[in-house]
């Protein structure tokens, strides 16, 4: 069990996450877009996170042109780039306490208050939007409901944990750049954060247009949202004992089929109305990839360099964003909806079979092989060479 200040701060965490995700314009930004064409403590990013977020969100709906579009993004963009490290903030309150063990109960359990926020907001949604034909009010009630979750992180203390960085950012960069390049095991979690994170983006991006495709109304857009947020969030509540029972390399197979599964069945399915059910496992996966991932990296980073870390892996999904967005764009414009499936299916299955095997042959091979102690091997004499490559070995990827 927590200490009871601790089980305040975690309570407090969920507080605010409830507040920021409740977003009663989820349903409908892409569409009103497409009608007009680790230095730093985690309290203060988690504040200027916010403050951009709701900016940015009133940004999106006072835009009447392009280029205020553009404006509007980078504000927004400019709150994600610091919504980044929130994560770490939970992990290093349990890991003040010696509990960072627990890290993925304690993150799946936010992932569901996150979804079923969401799920609010989305069917809140559906209501304004239904009752006043104006997707713009969404926008603008979602930016002033925002602002409570910046309230809530001002009550935030920032973890007491020793933190080891690097005199420069410049050097920070690097020693996380070498982090990532020294450790397999957190170079393949941030290749599955960028391929799988990516189709479960572009999805999020066409969900809408794709459920009017199939002849949903408004009403009906965010009420379905709404319920596979639930369904969502039910099975983030257990993102733990998942993890727990199928262990690392089980939950991100499971994941992997989970996610190709549905897109490649999106495109089989076609027009049939009851192709929306494939959105579930999608949600599934959406829910539980962030926070799983995100729980492994973690136990492989150290404190001065978890949140430099994630924000290169971050850097790596938006770069891939850059490429695919404009490629979907012009698959879809030239071919049909009907084939993005195909399209993230594709791009979700090939790279993430590699990561899989990989895994398989450095992080966690199998059957499991302890090295046998070069003082066992006869037949002469052993170099300190290889003595070292031993002991390299034997460290923890």
Known sequence: ???????????????????????????????????????????????????????????YGLATTFAGFVVANVVWSLGAAFSIGTSSYLYETLLATKHESEFPR??????MIQLLANAAGAFAGGLVVQALRDLRLTLFAGAALNLVAVLVALTFVE??????????????????????????????????????????????????????????????VALSIAGFLVVAAVWSAFAGGISRVLGEFGTIALLVALASAAFFGIYG?????????????????????????????????EPGQRATVLSMGAFAYTLALVILEPVAGLLTTSTGLLSLGLFLGVVTIVPCAYILARWRMTVAPWPAMTPLP???????????????LERISRLRP
């Open 159 to 220: 973890p007491a944990v020793a933190r080891t960085t690097e005199p420069t950012y410049t050097e920070q960069l690097r020693q996380g750049l070498r982090v990532v390049r020294r450790r397999e095991g957190v170079a393949l979690l941030i290749g599955l954060e960028v391929f799988l994170g990516v189709t479960l983006y572009m999805m999020a991006l066409y969900r809408p247009l794709y459920l009017r495709f199939l002849g949903l109304s408004d009403a009906q």
């Open 106 to 111: 304690y993150i799946g359990r936010n992932t």
């Open 269 to 301: 399915a076609g027009v049939f109305s009851g192709a929306v059910l494939f959105q579930v496992p999608i949600y599934v996966v959406w829910s539980l990839q962030p926070a799983l991932t995100t729980a492994y990296l973690n136990r492989r980073l």
């Open 1 to 59: 069990m927590l200490p009871p200040e601790v089980v305040a701060k975690v309570r407090r965490f969920y507080t605010y996450q409830a507040a920021s995700s409740f977003a009663i314009w989820i349903p409908f930004w892409t569409l009103w877009i497409r009608g007009i064409a680790d230095r730093t403590g985690r309290k203060r990013t988690i504040l200027l996170s916010e403050v951009f977020r709701s900016a940015g969100i009133l940004g």
């Open 374 to 388: 070069s003082r066992l091997v006869g037949g002469g004499r052993v170099s300190r060479f290889h003595r070292l």
